[in-house]
């Protein structure tokens, strides 16, 4: 029987659904104790909500050294940063992992992305919202966005992932074997699990660092759940055997083509056809190598470039939320709301008026200083 994770509460079934519940009071009580060492009424009244759960990254991938410490040491093992580039065509960034951590980084929206591991090319082409950068201690990586990028990175200590992995299947495993190479991942469940970690901390609740304490298990358990279901690819990379060929991908000439033309008639219908016939090939052969080239198909790179330029306008613009549809060959509002919640995970309306607010904040600092 797998051991319960920390703070996982008993399953209960209930008209066909499964969910978490505390058998009671004193069980959540007792559980908050033994993990922070506070009752409930002493850790909501520490003045913990003045101290951020996830710190904000002046450098990529790096977790500040100086100001607001994201989680205190009842909670050791596990801390959280966020990186956000609002620059439209990204930029190039670089990073040396710290020496005995392993970061997981989660993608809030999707983006394009050269990844350089120790002089190793591992990944280039689209990176979805979901995915999941993980790497080792002293790797050194080097990134060029080819559009803005924001992403939840979560650092733990190797002992951390040994008692996670341990609690959960009851053996010690290596944890060295699991991050031997830099691993490029997508999750929809650890992506569900970072957005409700953000969600939390941005709560003005005194039980924010514990909830973030808990989902960091929780993503730690998933994540090392998805690569402990591949062994077999790491003894490879770790004895360096050769990986085969991957498939065919498109030409860079032609991918260049390709994107200049969805991003010049996201206004227009893009079928299939239409971008093939733009490239200079047949409809499945385009299919194909687009999907070797980006992870995505045709119709979901559009999907893509249009929630992205719904941001721009969205957060550029007075447009309406209806126009802004119809400006990028949406024919229903409602049919525009569901794909960019489903891509960004908020609603148009909701997204503008926490990026307003927050563009609003950041021009009163600027003028104070």
């Known amino acids: 029987m797998r051991t319960p994770l920390p703070f996982e509460p008993e399953l209960s079934e209930g008209r066909g659904t499964t969910h978490a519940a505390w058998s009671a009071p004193y069980d959540f009580a007792r559980a908050l104790r033994h993990h922070t060492d506070v009752t409930p009424r002493a850790f909501e009244s520490s003045g913990t909500t003045d101290t951020p759960c996830i710190a904000d990254e002046t450098a990529w991938r790096i977790l500040p050294r100086s100001g607001p410490t994201p989680v205190r040491s009842a909670h050791a093992g596990v801390r959280f940063s966020r990186w956000r580039d609002a620059h439209e065509y990204g930029g190039e960034y670089q990073c040396q992992a710290e020496a005995g951590i392993y970061t997981l980084g989660i993608a809030l929206q999707p983006t394009d992305a050269v990844l350089v591991v120790d002089g190793r090319r591992v990944h280039e082409s689209a990176l979805r919202v979901g995915s999941i950068l993980a790497s080792g201690p002293g790797q050194h990586w080097h990134a060029e966005f080819r559009r803005r990028s924001d992403f939840l990175h979560v650092h733990y200590d190797p002992e951390f992932l040994s008692d996670c992995i341990e609690r ?185 008026r926490r990026h307003a607010a927050g563009d609003a904040l950041h021009e009163a600092s600027l003028t104070q200083a």
């Open 168 to 352: 959960s299947t009851g053996r010690r495993l290596d944890i060295g074997e699991l991050f031997v190479s830099p691993v490029v991942l997508v999750d929809n469940i650890t992506l569900d699990l970072a957005r409700s970690l953000i969600a939390s901390a941005e709560s003005s609740t005194g039980f924010a660092e514990v909830t973030a304490h808990a989902l960091g298990t929780a993503i730690a358990a998933r994540v090392l759940e998805l690569l402990h279901e591949t062994p077999r690819l790491s003894r490879m990379l770790a004895q360096g055997a050769r990986q085969p060929a991957g498939p065919a991908t498109l030409a860079p000439w032609r991918m260049r083509k390709v994107l200049a033309f969805i991003d010049a008639n996201l206004g227009r219908p893009l079928s299939l056809q239409t971008i093939a016939d733009a490239s200079g090939l047949s409809k499945m052969h385009f299919a194909a190598l687009f999907r070797a080239s980006t992870g995505l198909s045709p119709s979901e790179f559009v999907a893509q470039r249009r929630i992205e330029r719904a941001q721009d306008l969205l957060r550029t613009t007075p447009m309406q939320v209806v126009d802004v549809a119809f400006s990028l060959g949406f024919q229903t509002q409602a049919h525009f709301s569901t794909v960019f919640k489903r891509l960004i995970g908020e609603a148009p309306s909701e997204w503008r």
